[in-house]
């Protein structure tokens, strides 16, 4: 549903492009995957486009938009029908087999692809229902196949596809394919039971890039189904390039727009309630867009190289150490880098795994079940880099169900593949149970259409000044005001940026939900969350922002409300610049004169927790995240002068440490001092170091030295 509010937010804003505000709507769930950032309700509203024109002006300051008008009813019937699904779809289990195979340019040469394709099924179960296979490195990556040719690529592609039919011909269940697409080293291959074939409807393929990768969509019955092959960018330190990767294939792999995307809407007809007639003047001027994305599916199923390593504070000695037991294992899953991008919500936040029980599959020594060690190579740390994940559009629903997730150990390349089986259910609707549930819907609003066409509409407010009270550092604050429709026609509100801006609030503040469309005497409660960040405390600290706004609430075919938000920052040690930190606490004897306290206190607290009682406990402790529910505690903690409880641990002490320091409106060591240390060449040795430190101004300086003499 974010993208509806996407475009009704969009509708008052020129068309430069702006990445606009997004909230949802309070009739959604608010369930959302174990990562921080949450998951997108894509729309077929994502594909219009409002013209300059589409607000009319009326009489004593009142306007309307038409396209905003059927955006909000859009949504409301789409809730509606959500709440009625009962009456009209049911769901069928079927089984998906995801499989992923980086065979590093090998040829398939026989091997026995077999015992990674064989499910091991429950006695009595089926072979699974769709087979979705992909493939990495099935020819070099030189600049001849990625640049000249793309003749290899294909008959390596003809091969690999004829093994896995090969495969599937031994099963019991018949299988065909529904769709490949090769694209230089990736390829993806998709096969589903003979019995499907005519529920298979609205197959496509796309790709982008030339490493990069490649997608197939169709749907299956009454669900939409797109399958993701992805190699993204190598090295074990650039994880930023493979964010990068992902949000590029996740964003720019573009399909033809069937008729209806949402599943609430497919296969009913053109009703009077429908989209706004292009031609009229205020009708919102909406142009149809030939295109949709990949989250506009209802399940996405992702799979592929990914390339995520173990993080590089884990010696690649200490990987392989740790790589053979079940507690290794353990420990390595907290240092994945995948995991912690999701948890970020850098990569993939909206997908889900199953967990890595195990070992990593790369890198082997090809022919072997053993990493490779060789001396004559180059030694690299053993990682998870091929991995299957899927994203649910309506993460409430809880469509899918992972049975298994495991590796095979075929040795004919230097990576093993893996394989996921999971449960989906695919949706089975009604058509004249749907069509009834959508008529059934639309009658309940009629008569207030019939009604309100010589009324104007009326709303009322709790209040109009929404007060926050003391907003802390990374802590939510909510205050509520209820709209309440007092009038007796429906009233379409939603909140609309101010001039010259684009979105309809700051950074820092949360609204929702951010529409509505309210019956006579419906009243909806609108939450308004404010949640300062590290750059918003920098502003704050630094007097460059504060706490207030005017939100603007539209009331289509009334007038403009503005509700005065306003809130008071709690003096935060974060965001704070470094000199200010040092002047307000002064040293004591057991405190460093020049250090900030908090520095002190979380480095106190670090050694009475056992930390860096040697080498290895120091390389543990930064290898490891902290808790993230102690680092928030502890954050608070620093702020406010209390002990932090003895359950946060060295990690997450740490973990606050790294925080505050990166939330410094200058680093600790500052721009110009850097160039320094670039500019030294091999023989400078002797005089860098010295220039470096006079560099550092006061404060920095002797936090530098601190830092540096506490770590050594």
């Known amino acids: 549903m974010k993208a509806l509010v996407t475009k009704i937010a969009a509708l008052d804003t020129d068309q430069r492009g702006d990445e606009f505000w997004m909230a949802e709507t309070a009739e959604l769930s608010s369930t959302r995957q174990s990562v921080e950032r949450g998951p997108r309700r894509r729309s077929m509203t994502d594909t219009v486009q409002p013209s300059a024109e589409c607000q009319v002006e009326l009489q004593a300051g009142r306007s309307i938009n038409q396209a905003a008008i059927w955006l909000i009813r859009r949504a409301y ?14 769901s069928k289990p079927m089984n998906i087999f995801c499989g992923t195979f980086n065979v590093n340019g090998k040829k398939e040469a026989g091997a026995d692809i077999g015992q990674w394709l064989r499910w091991k099924r429950k006695a009595g179960g089926s072979d699974p229902d769709i087979y979705a296979i992909g493939f990495q490195e099935i020819v070099d990556l030189n600049a001849v196949n990625v640049a000249v040719t793309n003749t290899n690529s294909q008959q390596r592609s003809l091969l690999w596809r004829a093994a896995i039919q090969q495969y599937l011909d031994t099963l019991e269940s018949k299988y065909y394919l529904v769709e490949h697409l090769p694209l230089v080293g990736v390829m993806l291959c998709v096969f589903a039971k003979e019995e ?3 529920r298979l409807r609205n197959i496509e393929a796309s790709k982008m890039g030339n490493k990069g990768g490649v997608a197939i969509r169709f749907m299956l019955y009454d669900s939409t189904l797109c399958f993701v092959c992805a190699h993204l960018a190598a090295h074990r330190g650039n994880v930023l390039g493979r964010n990068a990767d992902f949000n590029s294939i996740l964003t720019k792999v573009a399909f033809r727009a069937p008729p209806d995307v949402e599943w609430e ?3 009913l007809e053109r009703t009077p309630y429908g989209r706004p007639n292009m031609e009229q003047k205020g009708g919102g001027g909406v142009q149809e867009m030939p295109t949709f994305g990949i989250e506009d599916h209802d399940v996405v199923f992702w799979l592929g190289d990914l390339n995520y390593r173990i993080i590089e504070k884990v010696a690649t ?6 790589v053979r037991s079940p507690a290794g294992l353990e420990y390595l899953r907290a240092c994945d880098q995948l995991n912690l991008e999701r948890k970020k919500g850098a990569a993939f936040a909206d997908f889900e795994e199953g967990v890595l029980t195990f070992q990593p599959t790369y890198k082997y020594e090809v022919g072997t079940n053993h990493y490779d060690e060789r001396p004559d190579k180059k030694l690299r740390a053993p990682a998870w880099c091929d991995r299957v994940l899927w994203r649910i559009q309506d993460p409430a629903s809880d469509l899918v169900q992972l049975l298994s997730y495991d590796r095979a150990e075929l040795t004919l390349s230097d990576h093993k593949p893996v394989a996921a089986v999971l449960e989906a259910q695919i949706r089975c609707i009604h058509q004249e149970a749907h069509m009834a549930a959508y008529n059934a819907v639309n009658a309940d609003l009629a008569p207030y259409d019939d009604r309100g066409a010589n009324l104007q509409p009326e709303i009322s407010l709790s209040t109009q000044w929404v007060e926050l009270g003391v907003v802390r550092y990374l802590q939510t604050t909510t205050a509520r005001v209820r709209i309440t429709n007092v009038g007796q026609s429906l009233a379409y509100v939603r909140f609309v940026p101010k001039l010259e801006e684009s979105s309809p609030a700051p950074s820092w503040l949360m609204v929702e939900p951010s529409f509505a469309l309210l019956k006579p005497g419906d009243a909806v409660d609108v939450a308004f969350t404010a949640r300062v960040d590290s750059s918003m405390a920098r502003a704050l600290a630094t007097g460059c922002a504060v706490l207030e706004e005017v939100a603007v609430l539209r009331l289509e075919q009334g007038p403009d409300y503005y509700l005065q938000v306003y809130g008071s920052y709690a003096q935060s040690a974060f965001g704070t610049p470094l000199s200010e930190l040092v002047r307000r606490r002064a040293g004591t004897a057991e405190m460093p004169i020049g250090v900030p ?17 040697g080498p290895q406990v120091a390389e543990e402790l930064f290898a490891s995240p902290g808790d993230p529910d102690d680092v928030a505690t502890a954050s608070a903690c620093l702020d406010s002068g209390d002990e932090f409880p003895a359950r946060c641990s060295a990690q997450s002490l740490l973990q606050v440490l790294q925080d505050l320091l990166q939330a410094l409106p200058e680093p600790v060591v500052p721009a110009d001092s850097i160039k320094i240390v670039e500019r030294a060449g091999p023989n400078a040795l002797a005089t860098w170091p010295g220039e470096f430190l006079n560099s550092l101004p006061p404060p920095h300086h002797d936090l530098f030295i601190y830092l540096m003499a506490f770590f050594r």
């Open 77 to 90: 019937i789409s809730n509606k029908l959500r709440e009625r699904k009962e009456q009209f779809a049911r």
């Open 196 to 198: 499907y074939r005519s």
């Open 265 to 267: 809407f497919r296969g």
């Open 317 to 322: 000695s200490e990987v392989l150490k740790r």
């Open 597 to 613: 306290l908090e520095v002190w206190r979380l480095l106190d607290g670090v050694v009475d927790r056992g930390g860096l009682s």
